[in-house]
């Protein structure tokens, strides 16, 4: 037998880890304890995960110190960009619990449902702290399954089922062109962590340039996929009109930050030894996926179908700061992020609000004379839109702005003069539900939602986005902090 | 950024503006869920206690305390650095009393006056507003908070003018006066941007210190073809602001009709407040402007003009708040003239007391107009007095004060102005200005005491019908009538004898460093070397007691000699009652072309090539048939979507290579 | 020599093996190529001395998972000619791109980054080294993450896969035996005064 010395040797500084061990234990928890609820208390499991959350948060904040830590033999880096956007995703999470109290009260196995939710957020916590191929796959395999899942959790309705496996079978490929290409990089550095593939990359001779290249690529395209890049973003429309609709607020927000986290990882500990490539490369899907985005979503009639293409185009503007490749670049990506954390969930919660009889207020006509019926919400809604078209002084004003300009400084003006000409674009169909809800005669009679946690995530988001919108500085100098660790 | 001091609690001048921004939100935004009272509870509470905070610290700036600092910073980009903060010394403090007393006087006032009306807590809500945007106009410390201000009193001033908005003229007046001041705002954005191109900041006191070495450096510029001193085109630009704002000849054609709006909004907005703030700015950039002859010369010049203009104008009118809105224009032009002959604090002195005495002449005017069934002519009023005792008395002191009747305060302000007019040297310009002003008074007096005793004595012409309408006003309206006459007494005494408001012997005076003045031309200085005279020797006093008693004369009791001297000089009355015919020039000169232009505009440009060459059959047709195109490749089949990723692989990879 | 020679064996049949999971027109053939697919790759996780790796490649995929995939195929009735639908419509294009991907993964990966000279050939382990063990070794020591965090993959698989398919159908009636059990007679009887 071969020699072995038990016990190994224990993982140092576990602590670090606090914040993904609290979600681990308590989703598990919940699915225990939701077995010996009632069906009128499953409510209980959705404020407990809110709890969680909460927790999560505060132990992260406290976890965190001003450099990068790692724990797991290596395998797991802790650092302020790491927590910071872990902070982002748990605050998207809550909202989207938020989102599902009513909404998803009358389905089946609602424990399970917010457990999924915490499984997709712990994949997600981890994918932002990976420092490695491993633990990265690994975290989006975890929250790919558990979103799957979510999305198709309407058993009964025929499009969440068919978005949720539209989705699958397309992630599964992406999937695979992602290891495929992880394969490759490992092929020519021997090695899985991103510092030492970049170390690797820099070192390698001439004729690995097409296996590095091939290896890129493929990597690319499996990220690109997670944040609904052209031409990679065909799923979004389908799996977002299709999924419940917290469930769509949730994969609009979460993942998405959780992807542009690892991809901005990826680019620059990685892969810095080809950046004049990758970077010539993201400047065309960035192109591609604003113009995509913005044109495509005057087509739609459905408002969810819309704010998926709207996701597309906002994720083009994002890819932006990810192309200036420097300090503003990733803030400016970062600050981005977060002020759409608050514009989608605030759009998304009153989409959630407008649910009338089973049948939710998806269609944009439904939206016609919402000032007249409940000038509050309109007020809200119209605010949040205008924030998204991206019009001052408002928070989305500013997220275009920081990207734009660093695109600008950093030499890529063709692209900034078309993100612009294409958010203008972009302003036609935002600017349309206002029109409806301003300038239309009221067509169909609602049941709001009356619950105070729902109302209560309207004004937030709407006052966050005009407060950011009002005075910016905080949040782009949060955002600059929170780089300490990549760069 | 400049350096903070602090002898002030931050706190307390936080709360200054903030307590009417509250109020102003609170009454905007829940005002339909407020019922009347407490509406006009919490605007008017936060109002007047705005106004004990700024009376606080007046006492405490009087003592020697003063505030510079920024809170903080609101923009950043490309050094493009604006601060937001305060600068409190006793110009400031001076207005700041000024603003919040009127301004609590006027939200008292209103809710007698506005009473009942739909537009209740919306009025509210507009007036609370105005006075924050007002005093973040004196309080800034910098041209970024001034420009602030500047737009958002006008912005109100706009939304009050056009407060009924379902009255034609109302609305006409409104537009009017927004658009004759984006033509003044115009010229006051590029004085603001011009000294932030040169002095490469927006502090004030960065931008004061700045200016002799600036000077001495000789910047020039070429401005269409003219060169000029950097520092002049500056000075002229903000100026044009100022003539903007405060109603200046030749963009005053907006304050007269003003007066469609409601009345306590005459007396705040386009009286006591807003229509100073050229007034404030220029006293305020005394530092830029005492550099540049020229710019002085035109301040005294356009002050000078308009002063004597609007008041040969408000000797015909017969709408009693058109007469004072004349007035006001004549009086904003003495001001100007203080001004421009570098008594900058006698300008502010007549900008306080006018205040005073201007905004109880409006209210008592809108105490009046209210009694008789919103009837404006006053040659449908007369023998009044018996029946609105209160409103007369005070009407009566504010009439005096206007004329400059010692004790009262208009004659120790406006007295010191034309003495400083007389003194200084500026060659012609201070003559024309000195005989200006000195004509003007005659006619100050003459118009006032027309208007005062057409309404209350002369016989009586209201009609029977609404005769059994007229009553005394409501204490709501009085009382502020009360205090503010209190003012219009009393308030030129106080700053003459207590505030010793321009004595500039002692450099630590009342004004301190706030106003700065050139020794080389300082004409309060010349005047403290004169002997003091009794009010009896001083010119204007005679002048005003003449214009008076010609008043008297022609008004006191019905008489024919004011028909007959219309007829006689016919031309010279449809001249003047016809406001020296300048709106029907601008609508020949600028209304008329700008029509045209519009509708080739709209014609040509809009129709002809926008609509139908581009939107049909151009950039919108094809985002269009882009988006259903997209919208078919969405086509709902999973290897659809499989294939576009391996085909996106499968590009990338291949160009890459290909490149390679 | 020998090695060499199983390894061309092995790979070229993992390769007909995929081809034909693809081209097969009944879906059984498919599964069938895909378990010839496993086989081989087995076979050359065996000549890697990943004995332990071919185990459970045979054992879990041939054994388990691809039983499974037999079962599913044979229940569901899938029509072969509309899944072929279109077949000769997208073949000219995706067969050209399929072509250039190859050529260019074969340029690439022949470029000379992967040849015997840049890294030097591993002998085999002696029969000492275990190699149960030692994945084992480092499976509990630097990838105990991943393995964690593949636990938690595979209990939301679980908990997925029971969450879309057991719920109750709105539509039929069922037993609630423990409901039947503890009624009682007032639950059921009610007595009417005449």
Redesign the interface.
């Known amino acids: ?2 020699n ?1 010395t038990f016990p ?2 224990y ?1 140092q500084h576990l602590e670090l880890m606090l914040p993904e061990i609290i979600i ?1 234990i308590m989703a ?1 928890v919940l ?1 225990i304890w939701d077995l010996f609820l009632g069906k009128d208390k499953k409510g209980w499991i959705a404020y407990a995960a809110i709890a969680t959350c909460v927790a999560t948060a505060f132990a992260t904040i406290q976890v965190t110190t001003g450099g990068a830590l790692t724990t ?2 290596g ?2 880096v802790l650092d302020p960009f790491a927590s910071f956007s872990k902070l982002l995703m748990l605050l998207a999470t809550v909202f989207a619990v938020i989102l599902s109290l009513d909404y998803m009260k009358d389905e ?2 609602v424990g ?2 917010y ?2 939710i915490l ?1 997709a957020l ?2 997600m916590m ?1 994918m932002v702290s990976a420092n490695n191929f ?2 990265m796959y ?2 989006l ?2 929250m790919a ?2 979103v ?2 979510l999305v ?2 309407q ?2 309705v025929l499009r969440s089922s068919e978005a949720a ?2 989705y699958f ?2 992630g599964a ?2 999937s695979g ?1 992602l290891l495929y290409g992880i394969t490759f990089l490992y ?2 550095t021997a090695s899985f962590g991103f510092d030492a593939i970049g170390a690797g990359l820099v070192n ?2 001439n ?5 590095v ?2 290896g890129m ?2 990597v ?2 499996g990220l690109v ?1 997670k944040v609904s890049i052209a ?2 973003h ?2 979004t ?2 799996t977002y009109e299709g999924a419940p609709t917290p469930v769509t607020a949730f994969i609009s927000v979460a993942p998405k930050v959780a992807g542009f986290v690892v991809f901005m990882r990826v680019l620059h500990d990685a892969l810095p030894a080809v950046q004049a ?1 990758y970077t ?2 993201l400047v ?1 899907l960035a192109a591609l996926t604003i113009v ?1 985005g913005n ?6 009639r459905n408002i969810k179908r819309m704010l998926a293409y709207s996701t597309i185009g906002h994720v083009g503007f994002v890819l932006m700061g990810l192309i200036a490749a420097n300090e503003a670049g990733y803030a400016g990506s970062l600050v981005y992020l977060t002020v759409y954390l608050f514009m989608n969930m605030g759009v998304f919660a009153i989409i959630v609000l407008m649910r009338r009889d089973g049948i939710q207020g998806e269609l944009l006509d439904d939206f016609a004379g919402l000032s007249k019926v409940r000038p509050g919400y309109a007020l809200a809604m119209g605010l949040l839109l205008f924030s998204l078209a991206g019009i001052p002084f408002l928070a989305g004003f500013w997220a275009k702005y920081v990207v734009f300009m660093a695109a600008i400084e950093t030499g890529h003006l063709y692209l900034a003069l078309l993100a612009i000409v294409f958010s203008v ?1 972009g302003c036609f169909y935002y600017l349309r539900v206002i029109k409806y809800m301003y300038f239309d005669d009221v067509r169909i009679e609602f049941n709001f939602i009356e619950s105070i946690p729902m109302k209560m995530t309207v004004v937030v988001t709407a006052l966050a986005v005009t407060a950011i919108g009002l ?1 910016p ?1 905080p949040v782009m100098a949060i955002c600059k902090q929170a780089l300490v660790g990549l760069i | 950024m400049g350096e903070t001091i602090t002898t002030l609690n931050t706190l307390e001048l936080l709360a200054i503006p903030a307590l009417p921004l509250i109020a102003a939100l609170a009454a905007g935004l829940f005002g339909w869920a407020l019922k009347e009272t407490l509406t006009h509870w919490i605007t008017c509470l936060a109002v007047i206690a705005a106004a004990a905070l700024s009376i606080d610290i007046f006492v405490q700036v009087l003592d020697g305390a003063s505030f510079y600092g920024n809170f ?3 923009m ?1 980009s490309d050094g493009f650095i604006v601060p937001i903060g305060m600068m409190i010394d006793p110009l400031t403090a001076i207005m700041m009393i000024t603003v919040t007393i009127v301004s609590a006087c006027v939200h008292i006032y209103t809710i007698g006056y506005m009473h009942g009306d739909p537009g209740y807590s919306r009025f509210f809500s507009y007036i609370s507003a105005f006075t924050f945007s007002m005093l973040v106009l004196v309080m800034g410390n910098n041209f970024f908070t001034l420009f602030f201000g500047w737009e958002a009193v006008g912005l109100f001033s706009y939304l009050l003018i056009g407060f009924w908005f379902k009255r034609e003229p109302a609305n006409y007046a409104a537009l009017k006066a927004f658009i004759v001041n984006r033509v003044g705002d115009f010229g006051f954005l590029i004085g603001v941007l011009a000294t932030w191109y040169y002095f490469g900041t927006v502090d004030y006191h960065q931008v004061f210190a700045a200016v002799s070495s600036f000077v001495l450096e000789g910047h020039t510029l070429n401005f269409l073809g003219w060169e000029m001193d950097a520092i002049t085109f500056i000075c002229l630009a903000l100026f044009i602001g100022a003539m903007g704002k405060s109603g200046q000849v030749p963009l005053h054609v907006w304050l007269p009709d003003s007066m469609e709006g409601p009345t306590p909004i005459s007396a705040l907005i386009h009286a006591a407040t807003m229509v100073t703030a050229g007034v404030f700015m220029v006293a305020r950039l005394s530092p830029m402007f005492e550099f540049s002859e020229t710019a002085l010369a035109a301040v005294t010049l356009v002050g000078a003009l308009t002063a004597w203009m609007c008041a040969t104008i408000g000797l015909v009118q017969n709408d009693i708040k058109r007469v004072i809105a004349y007035s006001t224009c004549s009086q904003l032009g003495y001001m100007f003239v203080a001004c421009g002959v570098s008594a900058y604090s006698a300008g502010i002195f007549h900008l306080m007391t006018h205040a005073y005495f201007k905004s109880l002449l409006f209210l008592a005017a809108g105490s009046v107009i209210h009694a008789v069934l919103a009837e404006q002519d006053i040659r449908k009023m007369g023998q009044l007095r018996k029946y609105m005792p209160i409103t007369y008395v005070t009407m009566l002191i504010a009439a005096l004060a206007l004329s400059g009747i010692p004790p009262f305060a208009g004659f120790w302000s406006k007295d010191l102005i034309i003495e400083a007019a007389m003194v200084r040297d500026m060659g012609w310009v201070s003559d024309v200005a000195y005989y200006a002003l000195l004509s003007g008074v005659v006619m100050t007096a003459f118009y006032t005491f027309r208007m005062f005793f057409l309404t209350f004595h002369n016989t009586d012409r209201v009609p029977a019908e609404t005769k059994a309408h007229v009553h005394e006003s409501p204490k709501v309206i009085t009382v502020p009538l009360m205090i503010l006459a209190i003012g219009a007494f009393g308030s030129g005494m106080w700053g003459v004898y207590a505030l010793d408001i321009t004595n500039p012997e002692v450099i630590n005076g009342f004004f301190g460093n706030a106003l700065f003045v050139m020794d080389a031309h300082n004409p309060l200085m010349e005047l403290e070397h004169e002997p003091h005279h009794a009010f009896y020797l001083s010119m204007p006093f005679w002048m005003a007691i003449g214009g008076i008693g010609l008043a008297f004369v022609f008004y006191f009791k019905e008489s024919a000699m004011p028909a007959k001297l219309a007829s006689t000089f016919s031309g010279v009355h449809a001249f003047l009652l016809n406001k020296w015919y300048w709106d029907e020039l601008y609508e020949k000169i600028f209304l008329r072309p700008a029509q045209c232009l519009g509708t080739f505009f709209w014609q040509k440009a809009d129709l002809a090539i926008i609509d139908k060459g581009m939107i049909h059959g151009g950039i919108v047709d094809s ?2 048939a ?3 195109k ?2 078919r490749m ?1 086509t ?1 089949m ?1 290897y ?3 294939y ?2 391996v ?3 499968f590009g ?2 291949t160009w ?2 290909l490149k ?1 | 020599m020998l090695e060499a020679g199983f390894f061309y064996l092995f790979a070229a049949m993992s390769v007909i093996g995929g081809m034909g999971v693809v081209l097969a027109r009944n879906t059984m053939h498919s599964v069938m190529f895909l378990i010839f697919c496993f086989f081989n790759t087995a076979g050359l996780f065996f000549l890697l001395d990943a004995e332990f790796l071919g185990i459970i490649l045979i054992l879990i995929y041939v054994g388990a998972v691809m039983v499974l995939f037999m079962f599913v195929i044979m229940m569901l009735e899938v029509n072969k000619a509309k899944l072929k639908e279109g077949f000769l419509q997208y073949l000219p294009v995706g067969g050209v791109i399929a072509l250039i991907l190859l050529i ?2 074969i ?3 022949s ?4 040849n015997t000279e ?1 890294i030097a050939a591993v002998g085999h382990f002696g029969k ?3 190699n149960t ?2 994945i ?2 480092v499976l ?7 393995f964690e ?2 636990a ?2 595979l ?3 679980l ?2 896969a ?3 398919t ?3 159908r ?1 539509d039929a009636k069922y037993q609630n035996i423990s409901k039947q059990v503890n009624v009682r007679k007032e639950d059921r009887l009610r007595k009417v005064r005449m």
């Open positions: 037998m071969a072995v190994f040797p993982p681990a598990m699915l797991f033999y395998y797991f089946e196995n399970e449902y457990c999924l499984f712990l994949g981890l491993v633990t690994l975290g395999e975890l399954l558990s799957y899942v198709g959790y058993r009964d496996l539209k079978i397309l490929l992406s062109m092929g020519v390698a001779n004729s690995a340039h097409g296996v290249m091939l690529v493929f690319l395209a996929f031409p990679f065909m799923w429309p389908d490539d010539m490369i065309v995509v044109v495509a979503a005057i087509a739609q674009v005075y500085d | 903080w910073t609101w950043l985002v269009l882009g988006a259903a997209l919208r969405q709902g999973v659809h979507y499989a576009g990723m085909i996106g692989v990338l990879l890459l290579m390679a | 260019e993964l340029a690439a990966s470029s000379g980054v992967f840049t000492d080294v275990n063990v030692e084992g070794k509990y020591t630097q990838y105990l993450l991943g965090i593949a938690i993959i209990l939301v698989a908990v997925g029971i969450v879309l057991l719920r109750t709105k």
